[in-house]
């Protein structure tokens, strides 16, 4: 079993930056990809950036640039640095966990609000 906890989320301005963090407990070795995803009201939920246990990173085309997802090492919480935050970022963030045996675990999310 993984467990994950987001935090990081809240209120900023346009073009500032947030930075989230998803921390990891339980079985954080059997883990393979840690992802990211957001979810605006009334959009599906989309995948932001994911990082492999090798640490190979891969972002959708509307952050590349601007988001950074990383890790110190495997023990360590996923952090998503957002820098120069648009409105359209506006969603609830969520840290997804994908194992060795492809079961996905969720948090319940962090809610970021790019407003003036």
């Known amino acids: 079993q993984v467990q994950l906890k987001e935090s990081g989320g809240g209120l900023v301005q346009p073009g500032g930056s947030l930075r989230l963090s998803c921390a990891a407990s339980?079985?954080?070795?059997?883990?393979?990809?840690i992802g990211w995803y957001r979810q605006a009201p009334g959009k599906e939920r989309e995948l932001v950036a994911l990082i492999t246990t090798g640490d190979i990173t891969n972002y959708a085309d509307s952050v590349k640039g601007r988001f950074t997802i990383s890790r110190v090492n495997a023990k360590a919480p996923v952090y998503l640095q957002m820098n120069g935050l648009k409105p359209e970022d506006t969603a609830v963030y969520y840290c997804s966990a994908v194992t060795i045996v492809a079961h996905t675990y969720w948090g319940q999310g962090t809610l970021v609000t790019v407003s003036t």
């Open positions: 339980g079985s954080i070795f059997s883990i393979a990809t």
